[in-house]
């Protein structure tokens, strides 16, 4: 069968990536619907070399809709999603409003795709620095235990948006040319201070919780243990915002439960992982770095080395596209498990 699929929020820069990840792997799309805040009506959207005018994003722009994924922000998606749902679409929300919610799941393919089945209405698409993580980490963790983890992020600046990127555009051209530096958007729009970006590392991403850490390090935190299943794990995160356009690396250090493991037996399953591709040889320089996974799919993974005084102690390096793997397409994955599933009921 085919399906009627919206897209919200189809010019933002992960939206555009959604349309493009449904029509590469071509979707079994009856209608697409791009919608978008009133802002975009007029304009057009290419899709399958057939230009289509983008709607304005209300509860009856959802009318026979069967998918609607979500990527306009938290608050489009609260004021929104249950509008689909009410309207017969299943919503997969790429935006934190509903992630933490019991009833709804949040789906790494790789890693929980049997959670899909529980949804009401609502599958949620995790954080993109989570995602990365949890998709590296879960076969180690069916193999051989995890108990903790702490891991630093180098984030780059498209995970705040296409605004984030003609910032950090502008700012290093402007600096290295002398000109006036503005600097409006990073670390957080919202924010009363903005600190530059280019030639810069910015330890917040998005606003301090009560705890001191910020709302992305407490996304990473609780997002792990619901999508792992682990509500005991140990987890502590430090965010960074780092000068380069598109996906996210990470220093991930974790202890497992089984003693005496190798790091050839953490480079064995870590290798067989679904969409995660082993890149570590060192003798060659081989590991991945942000520019070497742009543009791709799969999450690398480079850097095993034991830790030198904890014996079941590992570190590792995990760079993936945030856009693609962290948003779009772990989305797109989501809506093709969803749908082998009712195939298969
Ligand atoms: C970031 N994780 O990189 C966010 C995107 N949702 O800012």
């Known amino acids: ?43 057009m959207i290419q899709y399958k070399g057939a230009d289509l005018p983008i709607q304005e994003a209300t509860p009856e722009a959802f009318e026979g809709i069967d998918i609607a994924l979500f990527s306009a922000g938290g608050s489009v998606s609260k004021q929104l999603a249950q509008e689909a749902v009410d309207r017969g679409a299943v919503v997969i929300d790429n935006t934190s409003a509903f992630r933490m ?20 209405g609502i599958i949620a698409n995790p954080n993109c620095s989570t995602i990365q993580m949890v998709a590296a980490l879960e076969p180690v963790r069916e193999k051989y235990g995890l108990n903790r983890i702490i891991v630093s992020t180098y984030q780059s600046v498209s995970g705040s948006g296409n605004d984030a990127v003609e910032e950090l555009k502008h700012q290093t051209k402007a600096m290295l040319e002398g000109e006036t530096v503005y ?17 810069n590392a910015l330890p917040q991403i998005d606003t301090f919780e009560e705890n001191h850490y910020t709302f992305e390090e407490m996304k990473m935190i609780n997002e792990t243990k619901k999508i792992m299943n682990l509500p005991e794990l140990n987890v502590a995160a430090t965010c960074v915002r780092l000068p380069f356009f598109y996906s996210h690396a990470e220093s991930i250090y974790i202890e497992i439960d089984d003693e005496n493991i190798t790091v050839p037996q953490l480079q064995g399953v870590i290798k067989d992982a679904p969409g995660v591709v082993l890149e570590d040889d060192i003798v060659n320089q081989g590991y991945p770095t942000p520019l070497s996974a742009e543009g791709k799919l799969d999450i690398f993974v480079g850097r095993i080395r034991k830790d030198l005084d904890v014996e079941n102690g590992f570190h590792l390096w995990v760079v993936a596209d945030n856009v693609l793997k962290g948003a779009a397409w772990n989305s797109v994955q989501i809506a093709q498990a969803l749908i082998e599933m009712n195939s298969e009921a």
């Open 183 to 199: 600097t409006e958007i990073m670390p957080v729009k919202s924010e009363a201070k903005h600190f530059p970006i280019a030639f």
């Open 101 to 120: 919610y019991e009833d709804v799941p949040l789906i790494v393919p790789e890693v929980n795709k049997e959670d899909i089945k529980n949804h009401k």
């Open 1 to 43: 069968s085919r399906y009627n699929v919206a897209i919200v929020g189809v010019t933002g820069a992960v939206g555009e990536k959604m349309l493009e990840m449904l029509e590469k792997v071509e979707f079994p799309i009856d209608e697409l619907r791009p919608l978008a805040s009133k802002r975009s009506v007029g304009k």
